[in-house]
């Protein structure tokens, strides 16, 4: 069972940074596919980067360039580094996983690029607030 938990959410502003973690991922990096989704009030929950079982990495078109994700082995854990902070980026943000095999496992035929219904392990969210 894979158990996932975010932290290091909180309030910022427009601007600033934040460093999330996403803990219980130990022993499952390459046979899982690893993402990171947020969800603003009223919104669709959207992918915001992924991790492929190959080691492959993707980032939503909003985000590139200013959020990053990488393995944490000392915790161990996912962190997303989010850099240049902008109101948009408010909302809940979570961690999710999945079994599997193929590199680029985050997406597939007519789906989005990084697509929330392949995933079966979900954390409980963590909010994270940027104010103008």
């Known amino acids: 069972q894979v158990r996932l938990t975010e932290y290091g959410g909180g309030s910022v502003q427009a601007g600033g940074s934040l460093r999330l973690s996403c803990t219980g991922t130990?022993?499952?990096?390459?046979?899982?596919?690893f993402a990171w989704f947020r969800q603003a009030p009223g919104e669709e929950r959207e992918g915001v980067t992924a991790?492929?079982?190959?080691?492959?990495?993707i980032y939503a078109s909003p985000v590139k360039g200013r959020f990053t994700m990488a393995e944490d082995n000392a915790r161990p854990a996912l962190t997303l580094q989010m850099n240049s902070l902008k109101p948009e980026d408010t909302g809940m943000y979570y961690c999710a996983a999945y079994g599997a095999s193929l590199g680029d496992c985050y997406t597939g035929p007519g789906l989005r690029p990084i697509a929330p219904e392949l995933f079966d392990y979900w954390g409980p969210g963590i909010q994270v607030i940027v104010s103008s």
């Open positions: 991790l492929g079982t190959d080691g492959s990495l």
């Open positions: 130990r022993h499952y990096v390459g046979n899982y596919c």
